[in-house]
């Protein structure tokens, strides 16, 4: 019987690998509130509360992401905005993290990547804190997520395939680990096996607003759901 080829682990980052929504989150969207409300002020008075978050949601809805509408319908500058945003002080106060996950990534068999819709400089100080960088054999923030010279974050489809030509890898060998369902729902299509970790998930938006029911089915398009990602050598036969 031939050797089935060891899978390959794409790891988001963010309430994936640690609990984002304890502290980072609040402050990212602090500031990132304020960037908008200053883009879509006038110049000299800050865009309303209500039109910052109309923004937000209605980009993030319609792209998947808010940076790539604040690029398209009001020419931001990408290596500005992530600056600003993820300017939010000292890691060590705001990290929260399981212990074990450093033995998690030992165990598990095939290589390990970080694909995270973060910044390298953000995504690299939060891995230092949690002590992964050894275990992943590539890092892929959003600065590398380009298709034809256009960023495409997750959950883009392009990028995906991409990435897997780059490296040369059957959709079928790879594991999307995520907590944000329609980034999974998107590799599924290509053919990715699929596992949603939800331990950290508190909201159904980016703002902050539409609590996320306690108990949520799994997707179709979902192989494994776990509460933690310590949890995963026990699905292995669902991701087989």
Not at 126 to 151: N, Y
Not at 160 to 169: D, F, N, V
Not at 202 to 230: E, F, Q, W
Request: aromatic share 6%; hydrophobic share 40%.
């Amino acid at each position: 019987m031939p050797t089935l080829p060891s899978p390959v682990w794409l790891f988001d980052l963010d309430n994936t690998l640690h609990d984002a929504s304890h502290a980072i989150f609040p402050a990212i969207s602090a500031n990132m509130n304020t960037y908008i409300a200053r883009v879509l002020g006038d110049g000299t008075t800050p865009a309303t509360r209500e039109a910052v978050d109309a923004a937000r949601i209605g980009y993030w809805k319609r792209y998947g992401a808010t940076l790539l509408g604040m690029i398209r319908h009001h020419h931001v500058d990408p290596a500005d905005f992530l600056r600003e945003t993820h300017d939010i002080g000292a890691l060590q106060d705001l990290v929260r993290f399981e212990r074990g996950l450093a033995k998690l990534l030992r165990r598990l068999p095939g290589q390990k990547i970080l694909l995270t819709n973060a910044p390298t400089a953000y995504s690299t100080g939060v891995v230092r804190q949690i002590g992964l960088q050894r275990h992943f054999a590539h890092h892929i923030a959003i600065e590398d997520m380009r298709v034809h010279g256009q960023l495409r974050p997750k959950p883009s489809k392009l990028m995906l395939r991409r990435l897997l030509r780059k490296h040369g890898l059957a959709p079928r060998r790879c594991i999307l680990v995520e907590d944000t369902l329609v980034n999974l729902r998107h590799a599924k299509q290509l053919g990715l096996r699929t596992a949603w970790v939800t331990q950290y998930l508190r909201y159904s938006a980016p703002i902050g607003k539409a609590p996320l029911p306690k108990i949520i089915k799994r997707p179709a398009y979902v192989d494994v759901k776990v509460k933690s990602v310590l949890r995963l050598p026990a699905r292995m036969n669902r991701l087989r």
